[in-house]
């Protein structure tokens, strides 16, 4: 996505290149937002997002801190691999 501080201006699914931003997280919709969607064929993060981010509808909070997935075996193990090592940089309370 394309920001102008924390209005989407534009949003792609997946474009190719490194260093965007990614949407990880939730969204809080209102029910207009059903006029964006056409039926049930739909793909959420196409046609939607990108027509409510042309109509200047889309917001964001950007998250400069840590953030690590855990969709796979692979992101799993390098988060536990992290907390075991202690250097969990999500962690941010005292022992």
Request: charged share 20%.
């Given at each position: 996505m394309r920001l102008d501080d924390?209005?989407?201006?534009?949003f792609d699914?997946?474009?190719?290149?490194d260093g965007a931003w990614v949407?990880?997280?939730?969204?809080?919709?209102?029910?207009g937002v059903f006029d964006y969607i056409d039926?049930?064929?739909t793909i959420w993060e196409r046609e939607p997002l990108e027509r409510l981010a042309a109509a200047g509808?889309?917001?964001?909070?950007?998250?400069?801190?840590?953030?690590q997935p855990m969709?796979?075996?692979r992101d799993k193990t390098v988060l536990e691999e992290s907390w075991s090592s202690g250097r969990?940089?999500?962690?941010?309370?005292?022992s």
């Open positions: 924390q209005k989407i201006v534009a699914e997946k474009p190719e290149g949407n990880g997280g939730y969204f809080v919709l209102s029910p039926g049930d064929h509808k889309l917001s964001a909070f950007v998250h400069r801190g840590f953030w969709d796979t075996l969990a940089p999500w962690k941010v309370w005292a």
